[in-house]
């Protein structure tokens, strides 16, 4: 079992930047691969970022490439979303996920653990 918190959500103008943390409880944080999705209102739920269990691998959709990034620290037990360059369409609740297997996915369905979400809104 996985218990997964998310926090560093806000309010920040277009152009700016944000950090959104995820905690996550349990010793076996290591054996999972994270994924960060967000959804906005009227619409489904969107792959934003992935990383794989170790860290090692990544994988983005293309509209954050080159301005969000992920990163995890299985030590404490965190996985982080350093998000730039913010623009007002990426005004979405953002959420963390947790899949026990090496690598992420962009799939939603495939997550077995979900945090309750943080509001990033970006004004124009």
């Known amino acids: 079992q996985v218990q997964l918190v998310e926090s560093g959500g806000g309010l920040v103008q277009a152009g700016g930047s944000l950090r959104l943390s995820c905690a996550a409880s349990?010793?076996?944080?290591?054996?999972?691969?994270m994924g960060w999705f967000r959804q906005a209102p009227g619409k489904g739920r969107e792959f934003v970022l992935g990383?794989?269990?170790?860290?090692?691998?990544?994988a983005y959709a293309d509209s954050v490439k080159g301005r969000f990034t992920i990163s995890r620290d299985n030590a404490k037990n965190a996985v982080y979303l350093q998000m730039n360059s913010l623009k007002p369409e990426d005004t979405a609740i953002y959420y963390c996920a947790a899949r026990r297997t090496t690598s992420s996915s962009t799939t939603y369905r495939t997550y077995d653990y979900w945090g309750r979400g943080t509001q990033v809104t970006v004004s124009s």
């Open positions: 990383i794989s269990r170790s860290g090692g691998s990544t």
């Open positions: 349990g010793r076996t944080f290591g054996d999972y691969a």
